[in-house]
């Protein structure tokens, strides 16, 4: 059987480490928007990043993708240092959001060869394989028409392929599927597995809990702290809940950061 | 608009149905975008009735329309027996809205927002407060905050309490739970089931599948056309294939293989599951795919046959309506 | 009518918390003010003037010492070369110098006619025009001094500036001009921005789909406006008479009239703009490159419109700041009467009739 088929996250004892914070913390003044967090990705690991609006997780993600300091704590993103290597881990991630991804105004192709381009992929890769990646996405037709006019869905889809494009240790995914209709959805976790199958690991927020029984293993986020860590299966089985939208509502009701 | 009088006094039939849309389309760009086509959809008295589709869907183009923001390219549709073209005057005053963003004043508080939106629609906050005390007690200790430093859950029920501050007889939610979290959206429906109860007609809309029990009856939308409306039960119940669930060891292994195989018409991830329709279904589809999985070496391997819910059933629909997926190209 | 006064008192919450807009509001006036006020005015004080005298006789040292005694100089008596004096304009240490012949004084007594040589920095033309008013000037003086009899020439001085001005104060042309410009800003601005971020925040929605008369939102908008634009002529004007110290000539009322009248005209502009745009940047890009711009360029106050290409000075006359700048300075600076205004009057209450019918007419009650 081909092995790559299998997809499996590595058993910790072997793997490698993609991500890995300890106490990692970040204050606003008073406020303490992530509290000593600790946790470990392993590499091709699909890793769920749940909590409630306000609970922290955009601070937290801010910190990882290098784009803000943490007031304490340690964290290395794809074997760099969050404090002293930030533009190493900048060219080593990818990073697509539900808000911005692409630019409305230019077309597929035109986006793949900017992002290319910002992300330092030789000019001759950018010409081979970004024709070859709006095919393989079913953009052929698109390719010289604005993203703008593209459905949501499509916009999706390109968005993680050029977050991809220059072969990111790890992608950072913000809310990728919100509003996006139930069959292109799937298509889009579709193409987050096959994206981990070839190595990359991915880190996602998503609002649909279903969406988090996808992931290999799933952090809640509440006020700040991480409640729990596990698979979605084992979460399940210790709260003893049918689904992960009911132990998310079990972890977060509490919270006073939510919200309610 | 005094012309038309024949409008202003609702017939019997809108008595008790309060919203009425019949063929309505809509394009934008001169016709080349098209938004809706011939939706048509009646919303009984005290129903609370979701619109489920995805972005793009026309979710917000049918609510403008009824709410007499947007003029619709043909058909007709009425609310509260009232024209929404003709009689749209009367209509504005009938009925609540709450747009797809909180729409609120961010710079004023909470008490400044009530009592502003409430001498708008010409009463005061005192007028009807028994409809929105349960909800605005829960913003209370907050009055004094301004509306842009509120968190998103008690934003959604700001605006809530000044779609409702005139009792409106109709309320029309355009996404009221997009971009909130599962508390807040949970307590969110906990609300509209209330508001339910003392005989207000509500037509919400949601991206969330899931949501949809939750409502009377549901219309499914996708693509600017309604895919289904009825209650959600029968709707799902409506799948018209038996639907099983898969797992194994290998969820993503296990997807590939399903889809490989020729017996199988279609198979998509489902939470920790897989839902798997077969082409031809001889009743004994948990064996034969138990068989195939096996033969393909996946350890673990469970098979059940499940009720389909809706979200399995929107998927059918968009799938066999021979639209390319989530376009409408 | 209490919802419009709830509707205004909202405005005015919303101004009085958006320190942007008080900026606006009220850091503007009198920062222009006092920018056009002190610094870019036209009056030069303290210009660098060498003056090389070559004559050494009585008379040569006299002028010097005039020019000297006046503050609108600063004299250093050098000897210097004409390539120095070359080096020194270049380098910027001087912005004129004066340059008496050797033999000046005998020369103005025995043959009545002596030359001077004045030199200026052309590349200032502004400073330059005025410095050789100034010499000019002086030189005047001084031969009537010499010779009282025979002063005849350059007794009028061409420039209506002058004749209205004759203390030399450049910031009075300023006031009006500040006046228009402020309350472009305010009204046209300000405004069109208010009403489009109804459209933005999602609460124009809201708004329309109450029983609120749609056009009554425009009312509710442009009477905040209309309050904060008067006030704002009153801060100017105070700002005016006891900062720069430019009296109001004539009648005060009739003032407050034109700017009313004025005021009315650029909130109509602001509505419709607000009716065309959906977004604040694109409102505001409208209001400053559309209005801004030509209310700086053609009313008058800092390019003179008849230097201007005829096409030009016609496209001036649909600028309404350029008939309010003109019925300002009639009323403020020269005391002129109704009489006097009632032309630029007349076009302001047309171009807002205009403008109010064209808005009302286009104002959507709906989406498209």
């Known amino acids: 059987m081909d092995p790559v088929i299998n997809h499996q996250p590595p058993s910790p004892a072997t793997a490698e480490t993609a991500i890995e914070c300890r106490e990692l913390t970040k204050k606003f003044g008073d406020f303490i928007a992530v509290d000593r967090i600790s946790f470990r990705v392993q590499r091709c690991e699909i890793f769920g990043f749940l909590g409630a609006n306000g609970a922290g997780k955009t601070t937290a993600m801010r910190m990882l993708c290098g784009l803000s300091y943490p007031s304490s704590g340690h964290a290395t993103v794809a074997g760099f240092d969050v404090y002293r290597q930030q533009e190493k881990i900048k060219q080593h991630i990818g990073y697509m959001s539900q808000k911005f991804s692409l630019y409305d105004d230019l077309t597929p192709l035109e986006n793949i060869k900017f992002f290319g381009g910002v992300y330092g992929v030789a000019e001759k890769e950018i010409r081979e394989r970004s024709h070859d990646l709006v095919r393989s996405l079913g953009l052929d037709r698109e390719a010289n028409k604005l993203v703008g006019g593209l459905p949501l869905g499509w916009k999706q889809k390109l968005a993680f392929a050029v977050a991809l494009f220059h072969r990111p240790r790890i992608v950072f995914l913000d809310e990728p599927t919100g509003g996006v209709d139930p069959v292109t959805r799937r298509q889009f976790w579709d193409m987050i597995y096959e994206a981990a199958e070839k190595g990359v690991t991915i880190f996602v927020t998503t609002h649909y809990m279903d969406e988090s029984e996808y992931c290999n293993r799933v952090t809640i986020m509440v006020d700040g702290k991480i409640e729990a860590l596990d698979t979605p299966a084992n979460l399940k089985h210790r709260f003893a809940c049918d689904n992960m939208d009911e132990v998310f509502y079990r972890l977060a009701r509490t919270a006073r950061r939510s919200d309610s | ?329 | 009518m209490k919802q419009l006064f709830v509707f205004i008192r909202k405005e005015f919450y919303h101004v009085f918390r958006d320190r942007r807009t008080l900026l606006i509001l009220f850091g503007l006036p009198l920062v222009q003010i006092l920018l056009f006020g002190y610094a870019l005015t036209s009056e030069v004080k303290n210009i660098a003037l060498v003056v090389t005298n070559a004559s050494n006789d009585v008379l040569g040292q006299q002028l010097t010492n005039q020019l000297q005694a006046s503050a609108f100089f600063k004299v250093q008596e050098q000897q210097l070369s004409p390539t120095e004096i070359e080096r020194a304009f270049k380098k910027g240490h001087i912005k004129a110098a004066l340059i008496i012949p050797s033999g000046f004084g005998s020369d103005f007594i025995k043959a009545r006619h002596a030359t001077l040589q004045v030199l200026t920095d052309g590349s200032e033309p502004n400073i330059s025009k005025t410095v050789l008013q100034y010499v000019t000037a002086i030189v005047q003086d001084f031969q009537r001094a010499q010779q009282p009899a025979t002063s005849v020439a350059f007794t009028i001085t061409p420039e209506l500036r002058m004749l209205y001005n004759e203390e030399g104060n450049g910031s009075i042309n300023y006031v009006p001009g500040v006046l228009a410009l402020i309350l472009m800003i305010v009204c046209t601005a300000l405004t069109s921005v208010a009403v489009v971020r109804e459209k933005e925040t999602g609460t124009m929605e809201i708004l329309l789909v109450s029983p609120f008369k749609p056009v009554m939102v425009l009312v509710a908008k442009a009477i905040p406006f209309l309050i904060l634009s008067l006030v704002n002529f009153a801060f100017i004007l105070l700002l005016a008479v006891y900062i720069l110290n430019v009296p109001i000539a004539g009648s005060l009322f009739l003032l407050f009239m034109i700017t009313l009248l004025f005021i009315a005209t650029s909130l109509s502009f602001g509505l419709l703009i607000s009716n065309a745009t959906n977004s604040q940047q694109v409102a505001l890009l409208i209001s400053m490159m559309g209005l801004m711009l030509p209310t700086i360029i053609f009313t008058g106050f800092i390019f003179p419109l008849e230097n201007m290409p005829l096409p030009f000075q016609w496209i001036s006359n649909l600028v309404p700041a350029k008939w309010y700048y003109a019925a300002v300075k009639s009323v403020m600076l020269k005391g002129l009467g109704f009489a006097y205004v009632w032309k630029e009057m007349g076009i302001l209450c047309v171009m807002t009739i205009l403008l109010l019918t064209i808005t009302v007419n286009r104002f959507k009650i709906r989406f498209t």
């Open chain 2, 1 to 329: 608009m005094k012309r038309n009088n024949v409008y202003t006094h609702p017939d019997a039939v809108s008595a008790d149905t309060p919203i009425i849309a019949d063929r309505i389309s809509k394009s934008y760009n001169k016709g080349t975008v098209p938004a809706l086509s011939d939706v048509s959809l009646e919303v009984k008295k005290g129903e609370l009735f979701g619109l489920i589709g995805p972005d793009g869907a026309g979710k917000t183009t049918l609510f403008r329309i009824l709410t007499t923001l947007l003029l619709a390219d043909s058909g007709q549709a009425r609310v509260s027996g009232y024209d929404v073209v003709q009689n749209f005057k009367q209509i504005r005053r009938t009925v609540g809205y709450m747009p797809g963003k909180f729409s609120l004043y961010q710079d004023l508080t909470v008490q400044e927002n009530l009592t502003f939106f409430a001498t708008l629609f010409g009463t005061s906050v005192a007028a009807h407060y028994e409809l929105i005390k349960d909800i605005y007690e829960q913003i209370k200790p907050f009055s004094d905050r301004r509306a842009g430093k509120l968190s998103g859950g008690m934003k959604q029920k700001l605006a809530l309490c000044c779609a409702l501050i005139h009792k409106p007889e109709v309320l029309f939610l355009d996404e009221p739970t997009t971009g909130v979290d599962v508390v807040s959206r949970r307590e969110f429906w906990e609300m509209l089931q209330q508001l339910k109860q003392q005989g207000i007609t509500i037509l919400v809309s949601t991206p969330y599948m899931e949501e949809a029990v939750r409502c009377d009856r549901i219309a499914l939308i996708q693509n600017g056309r309604i895919l289904q409306v009825d209650t959600p039960a029968r709707i799902a119940g409506a799948f018209p294939v038996k639907l099983y669930a898969a797992k194994a060891a290998s969820i993503y292994g296990l997807l590939k293989d399903l889809r490989a195989w020729n017996q199988v018409e279609s198979c998509y991830a489902f939470g920790e599951w897989l839902h798997v329709t077969l082409r031809q279904d001889t009743g004994n589809g948990t064996a034969l795919i138990r068989e195939y999985a096996e033969t393909r070496a996946h350890k673990q391997v469970i098979i059940q046959c499940i009720a389909p819910t809706i979200e399995d059933r929107f998927i059918q629909l968009a799938t066999s309506n021979a639209l390319p997926n989530g376009s409408g190209h």
